[in-house]
């Protein structure tokens, strides 16, 4: 336990905030490296690090050399020579843009994480989990949202009573009511994947996939802090993204069903760029919902903005389906008549045909409508389950080199990664208790996503397929999964410790080339929380080299033959990391 000491220390941090400790643990014990050592750490309120080496260590050390070349820093203690090194001492330091800063956390180049408290999440299944306060020990939102049950402090854990901006009530009589809106709604079967723009704490989320929603939950990093945190940590899908100037990182057509409940965004602004990037995401035939003081006030400034709205959302072909109460809800046109009958000059104009419309990384957002590449007479989707394990019509489109149909490679994907999966739930000493929060890293068609849902394990799995490969996103969302595309040479915008597994299967091999594969390793090591796994299936020479890395993070690793025997090509490297503070 901390104690409490009667005058603070002002610490001085490298940003130059001073911060003042009232509280500091006593003679902990500690290990960098092969370096065993006893200190007292001070508690001072960080987000970025986990912990900050002061002064004070440095000076309990006696001589250190320090060589910024090999950015090592050598000292002697007890007569042995301590060498503490970045993992890659090759590596460069780059300055970051503006544009990625938007999007990006920075990068990970060190790898001393030491966590005070254990950091296992709480078992119980959405939508109501508790979360240990340690985990996330931040207070801001509790002082600012608490009055809006968003979300409330119970001694050492935090409490998510299902409140929000909008539904201070909870989310579950708000689902309820936009289920009676509009029926054709009809949760968890024709609306299974949506998107909630500014999420908070993504309580909208949590009730949805209680109704067999998956729900992608997003908003950036800004007053409404550790928001994606928060909701990572209760176990609920979601990510950090902001709409403002660049596309989202997902393809067109992609999500069934987006909301919007009092996100803070000027949907008419700009020519209504920012509602056109909802409408490249949305799904022909999909629905946006959007619960806002302009719906439902009569003061003229919010009247004038419901006009704008209306008149912005009949432009792009958008048909107002159920208004009642502070909730309005569009339905995107399900075939193109309206498009095609649209006086010439009409604005939005429709986007330059041949800009590929699920193209995301670094594209700036235009004020045009995206019409799908493929433009049928009639869209549709299938309900699930059914789209989970059918082959989606956009299959067809992808260029793809193989002696079979595409549909037959589809379907020996699906079957391949059934048996893979059983044989991990069968074979590997996972806790399908523990586990919540997945990243398959390079996800191709979801197989994986797809076979555990097959399986009835209760993960979701967040579906990333690198940039430098084909683009299958489409085939993600169109069975029902979720996913994002990202390139594995930066971080990937989510909090450290915030999943459970990462599953990689191939992906140093596809980017040794381009990346530093330490730095992906790195980066894997700050989002996995303690006691987290990582499964993953290479060659064996790289499954080796990555061994190698693995363990100079610390995680415990073993080296095991797939399905495919010991003759088999492919190895699995199965790792866990294990918390640092258990030695
Ligand atoms: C007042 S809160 C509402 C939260 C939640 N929807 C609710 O009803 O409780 C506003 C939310 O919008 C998010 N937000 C603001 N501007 C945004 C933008 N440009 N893109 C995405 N999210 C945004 C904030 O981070 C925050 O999550």
């Not at 539904?167 to 968890?188: C, E, I």
């Not at 299938?382 to 379907?411: C, G, M, T, W």
């Amino acid at each position: 336990m901390p104690v409490t000491t009667p005058h603070p220390l002002h610490v001085e941090v490298a940003s130059a905030h001073s911060f003042p400790s009232t509280q500091r643990y006593q003679q902990l014990s500690y290990r960098i490296g092969d370096f065993f050592g006893q200190a007292d750490f001070h508690i001072i309120p960080l987000t970025r690090y986990d912990l900050i080496l002061g002064a004070g260590w440095f000076a309990s050390l006696g001589a250190v050399t320090v060589d910024l070349q090999l950015q090592t820093l050598t000292f002697s203690h007890d007569g042995t020579q301590h060498i503490f090194s970045s993992i890659d001492s090759r590596q460069d330091y780059q300055l970051i843009s503006g544009k990625q800063f938007i999007r990006s956390l920075p990068k990970a180049h060190c790898a001393a994480i030491l966590s005070v408290q254990p950091v296992q999440p709480i078992a119980d299944a959405p939508p109501l989990p508790q979360v240990w306060y340690n985990n996330v020990p931040h207070t801001r939102l509790v002082a600012d949202k608490g009055g809006q049950n968003w979300i409330a402090i119970a001694k050492d854990k935090f409490k998510f009573p299902g409140g929000g901006t909008q539904f201070a009530h909870g989310a579950d009589q708000y689902l309820d009511q936009m289920s009676q809106m509009l029926p054709d709604l009809k949760f968890g079967t024709h609306v299974r994947v949506a998107l909630d723009i500014g999420c908070g704490v993504a309580s909208w989320g949590a009730y949805l996939l209680a109704r067999g929603v998956l729900t992608l939950s997003i908003a950036p990093k800004d007053v409404h802090e550790n928001q994606i945190q928060f909701a990572l940590e209760r176990g609920i899908p979601a990510m950090i993204a902001v709409l403002a100037t660049h596309r989202l990182l997902y393809p067109s057509q992609a999500f069934d069903l987006i909301h919007c409940s009092r996100c803070r965004i000027e949907w008419t602004r700009d020519d209504g760029v920012l509602l056109l990037e909802v409408d490249r995401v949305l799904k022909a035939g999909g629905y946006f919902a959007w619960a806002a003081q302009p719906v439902y006030k009569h003061e003229e400034s919010n009247q004038r903005t419901w006009l704008d709205m209306e008149d912005l959302a009949t432009r792009m072909c958008w048909k107002l389906v159920a208004k009642q109460g502070y909730i309005a809800i569009w339905q995107k046109p399900i075939d193109k008549s309206c498009y095609s009958n649209r006086l010439p000059g009409a604005l939005p104009t429709l986007c330059d045909i041949n800009e590929d419309p699920d193209s995301v990384w670094y594209v700036t957002l235009k004020a045009c409508i995206t019409l799908p590449r493929n433009n049928p007479d009639k869209f549709f989707w299938l309900d699930y389950p059914a789209r989970l394990d059918n082959p989606p019509v956009r299959l067809q489109s992808l260029h793809i080199d193989a002696i079979a149909s595409k549909n037959e490679v589809f379907e020996a994907d699906r079957r391949y990664w059934i048996e893979i999966v059983q044989g991990y739930l069968r074979g590997l000493s996972l806790k399908i208790e523990d586990i919540r929060n997945v990243m398959d890293m390079r996800a191709c068609y979801g197989g994986f996503a797809a076979a555990l849902a097959d399986q009835k394990v209760d993960w979701w799995v967040m579906n990333v397929v690198p940039i430098s490969g084909i683009n299958t996103l489409p085939i993600i969302y169109d069975r029902g999964l979720i996913g994002v595309a990202h390139d594995w040479c930066e971080p990937f915008d989510t909090y450290p410790r915030t999943y459970d597994l990462l599953h990689v299967h191939g992906l140093f091999t596809l980017e040794q080339d381009r990346c530093n594969i330490a730095h992906i390793i790195l980066e894997m090591d700050r989002i996995l929380r303690p006691g987290g796994w990582v499964l993953i299936r290479e060659s064996m020479a790289m499954a080796l080299s990555v061994e190698v890395l693995a363990k100079s993070v610390r995680w415990k690793t073993h080296l095991l033959d797939t399905e495919n025997g010991p003759f088999g090509k492919d190895k699995l490297l199965s790792c866990q990391k294990v918390p640092w503070h258990g030695f």
